[in-house]
């Protein structure tokens, strides 16, 4: 961006060079121009002057008048002489040509009727030279004005020759004082001639050797300038300008029009090489270009020093973020710089530092966990094996059970059924014969063994059902007075000899139904009613069975209520584990197996219902026990 600014003032700066040199330019020639028609104008004017002074004389009654001498017409030029300070000399000449007086005193006599100016004058002209010409007998160059002398009857007697040397025009040009160009260094370099219309150097400012030769190069300059505007360069009107073979040209002709004065052809060359005038110019501009172009070079390369510094630590920054970004914590991020960037690199570095310590924390702790699931893993393996084995050793304690069980049922069950069926007809007589006394209560004895040994077979073979979750409900639906009627029908037989007042007080409606097996559930009334009557006192026994809805009626509840021994508070939790008896005096009396309200348990909990003591019970005991409704 910088260097393109610096290119473009560059660029733009050289344009505005240019310009100036075209203005200086322009500004010279007008210079020029002014100077050159301010010379010419003098040189016409002291032409003129010249013109004037001959035409004076000529018209001069003094110098025709027959009544004076010679000597008294000579002594009148040569005041007129003094007084004019331009001539060399003043000359009269006769008719004939011959030179009849002179100031000078100079080859008087002498025949110059073949000259121009003699000539031109007796046609009754006003003449003078636009050629200097060499005056041998004054030994200088000089321009001659002639003009005739008319007698009274105005005929041309004579003629009056003044010569004007060349130096008298010198003289114009250093009046006017060529050092006094504003422009710097032209005024020593400003090459004036002053020339003929044929190439003849009249005057020049350099080269005094040139004056009066034909010089070639101009007689070019006049040829070209006539090719080129097909016009002569004579012509008074116009002044010409050109840049030719590296010089600027300024051409003025002499002018016309003053009084009768006509002009001599010449015109004025004033030359300045371009080398002069722009040759510093153009050094300033290459200076200019040169400390530009270098300035221009040291900012590129200070720019891109600077870029370097900014942009190198970004770069490197930026890599070692990448790298972080990546995961790599271990590679430090070392840039040295005073600035923002340096500051930004020493937030990264120690950023970079508590990721790396974060980083290691965790990957040690990362290590231990691993090497503490890996002995937690270890440990699991080694318990799952254990456990693996255990499952094993349970399994075939299962199996083991399993095959008791079914020699229990199978071994034991099976004598038991003839035993029992002999028995029964033995007792019965009729077709076994008559028994006596002493062999029926005998019978009877075996008989009630066997029933007993059928109901504790029958008891171990349902806790075995109910601990492996094998035992089997099926359920109906069973209206609740029919279930509690059937109930209390079996009652007799369980009660036996003892006196005991049996209350049913069924708190429901008649048609109340529940889903159950009514056999087990009937097996569960069996079992409290028999420990109830058990230990019930022998008279006075009081047993009542409760039905009602409890649980906004989502629930039946059953309750067997006794005035018996009732139970230690300290004992009731264990009642419900199998072959648990509380230790009594009554236990010899109660007999039993510790199976019963086990068995009911399950019983009540397959059916979704709860069974309970009720501790604030104080009568007895009192057992309750809740089926779904
Ligand atoms: N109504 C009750 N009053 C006092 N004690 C009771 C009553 N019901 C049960 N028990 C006590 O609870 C114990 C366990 O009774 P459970 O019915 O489970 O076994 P069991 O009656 O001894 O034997 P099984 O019922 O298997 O023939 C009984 O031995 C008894 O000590
Ligand atoms: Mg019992």
């Known amino acids: 961006m910088i260097p393109l600014m610096s290119f473009s003032i560059l660029i733009v700066s050289y344009v505005g060079f240019q310009n100036f040199a075209a203005t200086i330019q322009t500004q010279l020639i007008n210079e020029?121009?002014?100077?050159?028609?301010?010379?010419?104008?003098?040189?016409?004017?002291?032409?003129?002057?010249?013109?004037?002074?001959?035409?004076?004389?000529?018209?001069?009654?003094?110098?025709?008048?027959?009544?004076?001498?010679?000597?008294?017409?000579?002594?009148?030029?040569?005041?007129?002489?003094?007084?004019?300070k331009s001539y060399s000399s003043i000359s009269l000449y006769d008719k004939e040509g011959i030179k009849i007086g002179d100031t000078r005193s100079i080859l008087l006599g002498e025949n110059e009727s073949q000259k121009t100016f003699f000539n031109e004058a007796m046609k009754g002209k006003v003449y003078y030279d636009?050629?200097?010409?060499?005056?041998?007998?004054?030994?200088?160059?000089?321009?001659?004005?002639?003009?005739?002398?008319?007698?009274?009857?105005?005929d041309i007697e004579g003629v009056v020759v003044t010569r004007q040397p060349l130096n008298k025009i010198n003289d114009v040009f250093k009046e006017i004082g060529l050092q006094d160009t504003q422009i710097d260094s032209v005024g020593s370099n400003l090459k004036l001639d002053l020339i003929s219309d044929n190439g003849t150097v009249i005057y020049s400012n350099y080269d005094r050797k040139s004056i009066l030769q034909i010089l070639?190069?101009?007689?070019?300059?006049?040829?070209?300038?006539?090719?080129?505007?097909?016009?002569?360069?004579?012509?008074?009107?116009?002044?010409?300008?050109?840049?030719?073979?590296?010089?600027?040209?300024?051409?003025?002709?002499?002018?016309?029009?003053?009084?009768?004065y006509t002009g001599s052809n010449w015109f004025l060359l004033l030359r300045v090489n371009t080398d002069v005038v722009f040759g510093n110019l153009q050094k300033t501009v290459d200076h200019f270009l040169i400390v530009s172009g270098i300035i221009l070079v040291i900012s590129i390369i200070l720019i891109l020093f600077i870029a370097r510094t900014f942009s190198l630590p970004i770069t490197k920054l930026m890599k070692k973020v990448?790298?972080?970004?990546?995961?790599?914590?271990?590679s430090r991020i070392d840039i040295k710089s005073s600035d923002e960037v340096g500051e930004l690199a020493s937030h990264f570095e120690s950023m970079r530092q508590s990721v790396n310590q974060m980083n290691q924390t965790l990957n040690k702790r990362v290590i231990e966990r691993t090497l503490e699931l890996e002995k937690a893993n270890e440990e699991l393996r080694l318990n799952d094996e254990y456990l693996g084995k255990i499952n094993k050793e349970l399994v075939s304690a299962g199996k083991a059970k399993e095959e008791f069980m079914s020699m229990v049922s199978h071994e034991l069950k099976t004598p038991l059924v003839p035993a029992k069926g002999y028995v029964e007809l033995l007792l019965k007589q009729k077709k076994t014969g008559e028994l006596n006394e002493k062999q029926k209560k005998y019978a009877s004895i075996v008989y009630r063994n066997i029933i007993k040994l059928e109901v504790l077979v029958n008891d171990v073979l349902d806790g075995y059902k109910i601990e492996m979750g094998r035992l089997k409900i099926q359920k109906n639906l069973v209206n609740v007075r029919d279930l509690m009627s059937s109930v209390v029908s079996d009652l007799p037989s369980l009660i036996g000899e003892k006196q005991i007042i049996i209350k049913v007080d069924s708190k429901i409606?008649?048609?109340?139904?529940?889903?159950?097996?009514?056999?087990?559930?009937?097996?569960?009334?069996?079992?409290?009613?028999?420990?109830?009557?058990?230990?019930?006192?022998?008279?006075?026994?009081?047993?009542?069975?409760?039905?009602?809805?409890?649980?906004?009626?989502?629930?039946?509840?059953?309750?067997?209520?006794?005035?018996?021994?009732?139970?230690?508070?300290?004992?009731?939790?264990?009642?419900f584990h199998k072959f648990y008896q509380i230790d009594t005096s009554l236990i010899r009396k109660h007999g039993g197996s510790g199976l019963g309200l086990a068995i009911s348990k399950g019983i009540v909990e397959a059916h979704g219902g709860k069974i309970w003591i009720d501790k604030e019970y104080r009568e007895g005991a009192a057992f309750r026990f809740t089926i779904p409704f």
């Open 32 to 84: 020029l121009k002014a100077m050159a028609s301010h010379i010419m104008d003098r040189l016409s004017y002291q032409m003129f002057e010249r013109v004037a002074d001959i035409q004076f004389l000529s018209a001069s009654n003094i110098l025709v008048n027959p009544n004076l001498t010679k000597s008294e017409k000579m002594d009148y030029l040569r005041s007129m002489e003094r007084s004019f």
């Open 130 to 154: 636009t050629i200097p010409i060499l005056s041998e007998s004054l030994g200088q160059y000089v321009i001659h004005f002639a003009a005739p002398l008319y007698n009274e009857s105005n």
């Open 216 to 260: 070639p190069g101009f007689q070019e300059l006049i040829s070209i300038n006539d090719q080129q505007n097909n016009r002569s360069i004579l012509n008074p009107a116009s002044a010409e300008t050109r840049i030719y073979n590296d010089e600027i040209i300024v051409s003025v002709p002499q002018g016309t029009g003053h009084l009768d």
């Open 322 to 330: 990448i790298e972080i970004g990546k995961g790599n914590y271990d």
């Open 509 to 575: 409606k008649e048609e109340t139904a529940i889903m159950c097996d009514q056999r087990r559930i009937e097996q569960v009334f069996a079992n409290l009613i028999k420990n109830s009557i058990d230990f019930v006192p022998e008279i006075n026994g009081k047993i009542t069975i409760v039905a009602e809805l409890i649980q906004n009626e989502t629930m039946v509840q059953f309750s067997i209520e006794d005035n018996g021994t009732g139970i230690p508070a300290d004992k009731m939790n264990k009642l």
